[in-house]
């Protein structure tokens, strides 16, 4: 592994986003294209002056366009330096101090953990933190790992598609991962059981639904799932 992995991650980010850039930039011109030969000569009927005003208005356009994919193209050129990359849900110190951790663990080889599915989903564990690919095309979500509470695989429907999971319960907040199936988010799952211990294995068991229902007890009454995360924590280090 890398030195600096986060800005070798950065400058492999924004490689695959400037080639999507290009494929976009290049299907927009053939569009152009294909209907400049198919009507170009009824929307460029400049004895008309609303044809004139509708034509200047997409050059317009197209000019922005252009010149933002261009901005865009040039600005992913540099690699994202002392961790401006890292998306930290929970704050709890800054991109710099945070890259010098994850930095540190990955070129000592500390990776307790890695999934790695064609960049759709990956997920790093080291000691100190939980990364999280993916989120957008450049940012990498870093949750300290002494602050996650529970991880859990969640199946179902949430006023959309069919989805699945990850989801992980921090005193603060909750933060989600898509996965791509079933199967995987459960892998996903007990592999992190193995260093983030699951004090709800023991309830997880008796419900299929326990993932939403905790899910719904932590939004609706904090205090209450943080009493029951106490008690289950205590009950799990007792049986150790």
């Known amino acids: 592994m890398p030195t600096n992995f986060l800005e070798q991650e950065s400058i492999s980010a924004n490689k695959r986003f400037r080639r999507l850039q290009l494929i976009f930039i290049a299907f927009f011109i053939t569009c152009l294209a294909v209907i400049y030969f198919l009507v170009g000569d009824e929307l460029f009927d400049f004895s008309d002056t609303r044809t004139k005003q509708i034509v200047a208005i997409l050059l317009g356009l197209v000019g922005i366009m252009l010149i933002s994919s261009i901005i865009v193209l040039i600005l992913t050129m540099r690699p994202a330096k002392n961790g401006k990359n890292l998306l930290l849900p929970l704050k709890e110190t800054t991109q710099e101090k945070a890259a010098e951790i994850i930095n540190r663990e990955v070129a000592e080889g500390k990776i307790l953990y890695e999934y790695k599915q064609h960049k759709l989903t990956w997920i790093l564990l080291t000691p100190s933190y939980l990364l999280l690919f993916g989120y957008s095309m450049e940012k990498i979500r870093a949750i300290p790992c002494n602050q996650i509470l529970w991880i ?78 106490e008690t289950e924590k205590e009950n799990t280090e007792g049986r150790l």
Not at 193 to 212: A, G, S, T
């Open 152 to 229: 859990g695989s969640q199946i179902g429907y949430k006023g959309g598609p069919y989805y699945v999971r990850l989801i992980i319960f921090t005193r603060e907040k909750m933060i989600d991962c898509i996965v791509e199936s079933v199967e995987q988010a459960q892998r996903i799952a007990e592999e992190l059981y193995r260093h983030i211990p699951n004090v709800f294995r023991n309830l997880e068991w008796q419900d299929v639904n326990f993932p939403h229902m905790l899910e719904e007890l932590y939004n609706s009454d904090r205090n209450r799932f943080l009493k029951l995360y």
